[in-house]
């Protein structure tokens, strides 16, 4: 902005006769109350001195600043050092003065002598009078006078017009306030307008500061009072500014941002070379309108010496910011929406990895969300860095190959790098991996013949083809998860000491390595949701610890009897197995059994004869499938609590020897359409909670329905 000095400094006239030694009558007497009548009166008096500090360098200070001087010869005047030494004068006949210090009569003699070449005036009027128009005839004359130096401001013209027709300039009888919306000058205000009243206080201290009184609800200026506001929050401007006087500063129009750039690229707009136009338009786009961003952009540009340097510079300058560039950034980083800032949160980053030599010592990095990190400067100078976390840098391509030197790295997270392809070998150290949403489509050996890697997270890398084929020395326990790498074809070879393992819609996994039964310590599978996987392998020695197996949603046409192998299962989910046509004889072989989930499976339509007791088992879900009965073997279930058919349309019978399900709660034959009679209850079922024969045929119960004391729900049929 532009603006106008309009400085006018004088000595109050009480400090002036204090410090002169000036009596009460006079000027004083005959000064109104302020803002009354007087289109301008400033005093001076420094708010920062102490009671006992002298007030001669401040005073001093104040009136060398100042654009006008009015000497004034009081009737005591040539009594005070003061006076004589800084000429604050009050216009009486200089023939008057009687030099009354004999040390200084020299001196004093020489200032009085110029003044006879000073232009004056004699008081023939009243003091009020008088004052009245010395101050007309400065304020005309700054007016005229005042600077208004527009070179080097680009696009300033159209900013000064528009303040200038809100100010109202000609108008002498109205007060009037423009509001200008751009930066603020107290401090702490962020912190302050998160305290309670915070604005509140943050408003009357902006108008107290600037007018030295404290801001009411409505201040009461001169006619003809010009006031002007700057505020970073528009609606802090409303309560004071009318909506019509805020101006909203902008950023630079392009030809004028164009303009400001190569005024100073080139330090001479007007003989700018063509040839470095689109060079020009390129910074000029980079810096987004912002004028100080211009101005150290254009300085940056200017040591270049070839159109060549130029090219290089902004390449540069896109990855790795310059620090410049960052600092005029910052300035309104704090003022950003959440979204907003989650863009700017690489701006220090980049800032000091551009500065190799400041990271000698450095052990943790966290750039995560620099969303326009591209690539990684040299590091390989901070053999010291333990830690460096990438997550969600998007922009991300390449994981530099003195990676594998970081001798002291331990934790890398890749998390969301989706366009980060390939990794590098990794450093001997590495024990923490994360991996997880990246775009990476294959491991480097190294990953996997890595003995310190306790943590691998290689879920949803929707391009992760398939795994190195080198013996796993991954020392990963607990959960090795691969779920959702949806191209993932085939593997070999899997870390040894997991316990969980999940490979949730790996759509294009057509089989398992037969040697995953070496996984001693498993005790979850899932591969639910794995449509192209046919076949569960037959399993060659027993897998001691596996407790959870799912299936559901696999093209498993059959499970192979050696299920048996799987000793501890407690839980068997074959939900939506669309191609399973029949379930093994051995199934009675799991002895610890609790779920066996078995819904949807359109395709099967005989549930087994069990051979042997199942003592475990809680739950049997075969609804959706297409079983026509339950062989009487059912006793076999003693601790079943949920039996349920529900949809199966071919289901017409239900044996006699239910009645022996002791611990039964739930029983679903909902929709069984073809299902027209409920046995009779033959012994009593005391824990059957929730009968359900909606949708079923039959149309009546057995009086032995009493056989059931603790049924609570009972879905009426039909």
Same mark, same amino acid.
């Given at each position: ?51 006992? =500090? ?5 005073? *001093? ?21 003061? &006076? ?118 943050? *408003? ?158 450095? *052990? ?39 990676? *594998? ?182 199934? &009675? ?69 239910? &009645? ?22 033959? =012994? ?15 149309? =009546? ?18």
């Amino acid at each position: 902005m532009c603006c106008r000095s309009l400085t006018f400094s004088s000595l109050s006239s009480a400090a002036a006769a204090a410090a002169a030694g000036d009596d009460d009558d006079g000027i004083e007497a005959n000064i109104p109350p302020r803002r009354e009548k007087y289109d301008v009166f400033i005093s001076f008096r420094d708010y920062r001195l102490q009671k006992g =500090e002298e007030i001669g360098p401040a005073l *001093q200070e104040a009136i060398e600043k100042s654009t006008h001087s009015v000497i004034i010869f009081s009737q005591n005047y040539a009594s005070s050092t003061w &006076c004589l030494d800084e000429l604050v004068l009050y216009p009486y006949s200089t023939t008057s003065i009687h030099l009354m210090y004999e040390n200084n009569k020299g001196v004093m003699r020489v200032r009085l002598l110029n003044l006879k070449n000073v232009s004056r005036t004699i008081l023939i009027r009243t003091e009020a009078d008088l004052i009245k128009n010395v101050v007309t005839h400065i304020w005309t004359n700054l007016n005229c006078e005042s600077s208004c130096d527009l070179e080097g401001l680009v696009g300033i013209e159209n900013g000064i017009q528009q303040i200038e027709s809100r100010l109202g300039i000609d108008s002498k009888d109205t007060c009037i306030t423009v509001g200008i919306w751009a930066s603020c000058f107290l401090k702490n205000v962020r912190e302050k307008s998160e305290q309670q009243d915070g604005l509140d206080y943050l *408003q009357k201290k902006l108008l107290s500061d600037i007018f030295k009184e404290e801001a009411g609800d409505c201040l009461r200026y001169g006619p003809g009072s010009k006031i002007i506001i700057t505020s970073r929050d528009r609606g802090t401007l409303r309560h004071t500014v009318e909506e019509d006087n805020i101006y909203e500063v902008e950023v630079l129009k392009p030809d004028d941002a164009f303009q400001l750039f190569c005024l100073h690229a080139f330090k001479n707009n007007t003989t700018r070379r063509t040839d470095y136009e689109e060079l020009a338009k390129k910074a000029v786009d980079y810096a987004q309108g912002v004028p100080l961003a211009l101005t150290v952009l254009g300085s940056l540009f200017f040591n270049c010496k070839s159109k060549e340097e130029w090219e290089d510079e902004f390449n540069k300058l896109k990855r790795f910011p310059s620090e410049d560039i960052q600092k005029v950034l910052r300035i309104s980083y704090d003022r950003l929406g959440k979204n907003e800032k989650e863009i700017f949160l690489d701006i220090d980053v980049c800032r000091v990895l551009n500065n190799n030599k400041s990271l000698v010592n450095l *052990q943790v990095i966290d750039l995560h969300y620099s969303t326009n990190l591209t690539e990684i400067p040299n590091l390989s100078g901070s053999l010291k860095i333990v830690s460096i976390d990438l997550s969600d840098c998007g922009s991300l391509v390449e994981i530099p190959g003195y990676f *594998q030197d970081l001798d002291k790295l331990t934790h890398l997270r890749l998390f969301g790098c989706t366009n980060l392809k390939y990794l590098p070998e990794m450093p001997g150290k590495i024990e923490y991996l994360d991996l997880y949403y990246s775009g990476i489509k294959e491991l480097p050996q190294s990953v996997w013949s890595h003995e310190k890697i306790s943590y691998l997270n290689i879920s949803c890398c929707d391009n992760l083809e398939k795994l190195p084929s080198n013996r796993c020395k991954l020392k990963v326990s607990g959960s090795f998860n691969l779920d959702w790498c949806t191209s993932l074809g085939e593997f070999s070879e899997l870390p040894r000491d997991i316990s969980k393992l999940s490979l949730v819609n790996c759509q294009r996994l057509v089989s398992l390595p037969t040697n995953i039964c070496k996984l001693k310590y498993l005790e979850e599978l899932n591969l639910s949701t794995c449509f192209k996987l046919e076949s569960f392998p037959k399993i060659l020695e027993p897998m001691e610890h596996l407790k959870s197996l799912n299936l559901s949603g696999t093209a498993i046409q059959e499970l192979h009897s050696l299920i048996e192998f799987l000793p501890a299962l407690k839980r068997l989910e074959l939900q939506g197995c669309e191609k399973l046509s029949s379930i093994p004889k051995s199934i &009675c072989k799991l002895k610890y059994l609790e779920v066996l989930n078995l819904s949807w499976c359109s395709k099967l339509e005989n549930f087994p004869e069990i051979l042997e007791p199942m003592e475990d088992l809680k739950s049997l879900n075969l609804s959706g499938t297409a079983v026509k009965e339950l062989h009487s073997s059912i006793e076999f279930f003693p601790a079943l609590r949920r039996l349920e058919l529900q949809g199966c349309e071919r289901f017409s019978s239900i044996p006699k020897s239910i &009645c022996k399900l002791k611990y039964l709660e739930v029983l679903d034959f909902s929709s069984c359409s073809e299902l027209e009679n409920f046995p009779k209850i033959l =012994e009593p079922m005391e824990h059957l909670k929730f009968l359900n024969l909606s949708g079923t045929a039959v149309k =009546e119960l057995h009086s032995s329905i009493e056989f059931l004391p603790a049924l609570q729900i009972i879905q009426p049929q039909g």
